[in-house]
């Protein structure tokens, strides 16, 4: 279908301007799509810590001001360009969250998060998702299962994309096993929740307070403790009689990571995607080498894990939703998800 949108015709978009300085402004129609792209009506946009951490006015040097902020996110395709396969005007997909480059041996492997020479994160590098409409190139665009809802597919790119790939590509978890998540009422606390549960795991849970605490007994976490009031490390070797958990879910950074190291079983994996307690830390090489743990690091998703989640999303296991706020509120929520007093996803629609 011949792309009707124009370069002049004004849109509504959110953008960062300074420190905290996030201001709803009309902004130029993106171009029509090109051969190999399509043009987007967003319809949600998810919020994640990399918004606040671009909020904060935390980047790097490629980073140009002003920026429309948003990282994650659903739509509906408007207009498709020449050459464009398998989608068409009126498909509901979900979009990939980094402009990667497509041709280098990661990227031709699946491996997208890996990408050699990706130009950069939306809505933290380069302009995202918190406006209107985007053209974006095709093989970066995830068609929605039927039955999933925007809302609910806007959490595929981060959160649960994220949540795929660290328990099921990087921690190997296995039906039967025990895991340890941090944070059980963050977004991605809440979705490693429901899809250990989902394989028969048994869920031990930290949350900062005992309402989220019935909350995440609800999404089916066995064992939850309130690391305010309890040492969290001290309790799991309780639970599990000294032996501790095949996996450690951790994105708490340096306030958890050696209580993680001791809540791990001998040979136990730890994944992390996460530090927004800081970004160092030191630890005992001796207790890794001795216990032999396995730690790393997972960042982001494959375009795979965004059509894993959303099956799974197909399935049942949704998204735990916080907030729903109009665009015009999006720094609202930032706050709200930087005051930690969140329970799920928070997510602004268009």
């Keep these: 279908m011949a792309p009707t949108a124009t370069e002049t015709s004004p ?35 998810g919020l994640n810590f990399i918004d606040v951490w671009g909020f904060r ?53 699946g491996r997208d998060n890996l990408c050699e020479d990706v130009s950069g994160v939306m809505g933290f590098h380069i302009d995202g998702f918190a406006r ?16 999933v809802s925007f809302t609910d597919a806007a959490c595929a790119p981060v959160a649960f994309g994220t949540v795929q790939h660290m328990l099921f590509d990087n921690a190997c978890l296995e039906p039967g096993e025990s895991i340890l998540v941090h944070a059980g009422g963050s977004g991605i606390g809440t979705a490693a929740i429901k899809m250990a549960k989902a394989i028969g795991c048994t869920v031990f849970t930290t949350v900062g307070d005992d309402a989220k605490g019935e909350k995440a007994k609800g999404l089916g976490a066995d064992h939850v403790i309130n690391y305010r009031e309890e040492r969290f490390e001290g309790e799991v070797r309780r639970l599990t009689k000294r032996k501790g958990v095949d996996v450690v879910f951790e994105h708490v950074g340096p306030d958890t990571w050696n209580g993680s190291l001791l809540c791990l079983k001998r040979g136990g994996r730890l994944v992390t995607c996460g530090s927004t307690s800081g970004v160092s830390t030191s630890m005992n090489l001796m207790q890794l080498f001795q216990q032999q743990y396995r730690i790393t690091g997972s960042f982001g998703c494959s375009m795979a894990n965004i059509r894993d989640a959303m099956a799974k999303m197909a399935q049942g296991i949704t998204p735990v939703i916080d907030t729903v706020l109009p665009l015009a509120d999006f720094a609202q929520g930032l706050e709200r998800l930087e005051s930690r007093k969140v329970f799920g996803k928070i997510l602004v629609t268009l």
């Design 11 to 45: 849109m509504q978009a959110l953008q960062l301007h300074g420190d905290r300085d996030l201001r709803l402004e009309d902004v130029a129609e993106p171009a029509a799509p090109g051969p190999g792209e399509v043009q987007i009506r967003v319809r949600a946009v």
């Design 132 to 147: 209107e409409r985007v053209t974006m190139q095709a093989r970066l665009v995830v068609k929605m299962p039927d039955g």
């Design 57 to 109: 006015g935390m980047a790097f040097a490629k980073r140009k001001l002003p920026l429309t902020v948003g990282a994650e996110a659903s739509g509906e395709i408007v207009c498709v360009g020449e050459g464009v396969e398998g989608l068409a005007p009126g498909d509901r997909v979900a979009m990939y969250g980094a402009q990667t480059c497509g041709r280098c041996k990661a990227c031709r492997e």
